[in-house]
């Protein structure tokens, strides 16, 4: 497959083609006819692994279905996500603890967890996919988003810090370890609760949520965002501290995390204004682009150390996909027309070193200099929903697809 070149890339119809060039990557092979979705694909679209399910991979592919149905009408993507959905809530769920395994095996029809943990991360993702399942007219999910809040509830909310724990043990004995990404993604699937349903109650706890991490929590570390704490909220700065990698907690501030955050606010912002939203967005986006941006090679770093300098200098899919996401909203909102042009260099360098032109879909991470060292296009977490996902808040931006309520 080879995706001709378009340069425009603030026309909604690029963004809509390259969301679906995107899902036609997985859509032709995705499918396990015993159950759910294969997670794992090499760069030509080789599944590397047919019975290994993560509960990312399952949330995220329930969206991107969703996400495809919508911007295509085509009923097979709306029966992919009423798949995945299904599987979802059969597969990883536990009858006898509740919640969901983060890691299971499939074969011949069965369920085997491989790693019990229960992770208010999965959970968020668990909330985000139903909520967008049922905006789609997939009634399930309107039942599955109320337990799975009411499960989040009940097992990690902290209603002295406002936030959510971060794991648990399969029989709910929560760590000590807190972290602000589950935190973040929760507000991401409440926004989506929010506009899917229109029950206050989530827009007023992504509110919270979105308040206590990028005010309360950063002001303890300059205003960036930490990515670690301790059970009291304090920052853990030598978490992870040799492991600044980490698919899930790497150790230093997230650049991507900051226009990530940036994003949300605004889109919080129009379902619930709040006069602060949008100046921490801007500052969120603009230490990020200042501190990660290559001035070498192009593309966002992945890491910044506490002393400001790169203690991750590669560049992964999600980062460059989220901060061009976040500047075109905050061109859209502010009118400045400096946000445009950071989308643009964004978007000019994805096209050249992250797009796969030849068989689909983006690469996952690039070197310092932009090379791809391994042939692993989609391993499990990624199936492409930062990019599709990125395009798809910048489509609904520049439509004006988000109302307030």
């Known amino acids: 497959m080879t995706h001709a070149p378009r340069l425009d890339f603030r026309s909604p119809t690029f963004l809509k083609d390259h969301i679906l060039w995107n899902m036609a990557f997985y859509a032709d092979r995705c499918i396990d006819p015993s ?4 997670h794992f694909y090499l760069d030509d679209g ?8 993560h509960l990312v991979s399952a949330t995220r592919f329930v969206v991107t279905s969703a996400t495809a149905y919508e911007l295509s009408g085509e009923v097979r993507f709306r029966d992919m996500a009423a798949h995945a959905l299904r599987f979802l809530d059969q597969a990883f769920a536990d009858p006898e603890h509740g919640g969901y395994h983060w890691v299971i095996q499939w074969r011949d029809g069965q369920s085997t967890p491989l790693d019990r943990t229960r992770h208010m991360y999965g959970l968020a993702f668990v909330m985000l996919a139903a909520a967008r399942a049922y905006r789609v007219g997939i009634a399930e999910g309107k039942g599955l988003l109320e337990r799975t809040f009411a499960l989040a509830e009940q097992r990690f909310y902290d209603p002295a810090f406002g936030l959510y724990a971060d794991d648990a043990s399969f029989d709910w004995q929560v760590s000590g370890y807190r972290g602000q990404n589950a935190n973040m993604h929760t507000c991401e699937a409440l926004i989506a609760a929010f506009e899917a349903t229109g029950d206050a109650g989530y827009g007023e706890r992504a509110e919270s949520l979105a308040y206590a991490i990028t005010v309360r929590q950063a002001a303890l570390c300059g205003g960036g965002i930490w990515e670690h704490y301790d059970a009291q909220w304090q920052p853990d700065l030598e978490y992870n501290r040799h492991d600044s990698s980490n698919i899930f907690r790497p150790w230093g501030f997230q650049p991507g995390h900051f226009t990530e955050w940036a994003k949300l606010l605004c889109q919080l912002d129009t379902l619930h204004p709040q006069p602060w939203h949008l100046p921490r967005a801007r500052e969120l986006f603009d230490r990020a682009i200042t501190e990660a941006w290559d001035t070498e090679h192009g593309g966002m770093h992945y890491g910044v150390g506490l002393d400001g300098s790169i203690c991750l200098p ?4 999600w980062v460059q996909a989220e901060s061009l996401a976040a500047a075109a909203i905050l061109a859209q909102r502010t009118g400045e027309a400096h946000y445009w042009a950071s989308y643009d260099r964004l978007w000019t360098y994805c096209w050249q070193h992250f797009v796969d032109h030849q ?3 983006w690469f996952r991470i ?3 200099a932009n090379r791809n060292h391994t042939r692993e296009k989609s391993p499990a977490g990624k199936v492409d929903y930062h990019n599709m996902g990125a395009c798809y808040d910048v489509l609904r931006e520049l439509q004006g697809a988000i109302k307030a309520r």
């Open 35 to 38: 159950g759910g979705m294969f």
């Open 46 to 53: 080789t599944v590397y692994d047919t019975v290994t399910r």
């Open 314 to 317: 590669e560049k992964y899919h």
């Open 359 to 361: 068989h689909g879909a």
């Open 366 to 368: 690039l070197d310092a």
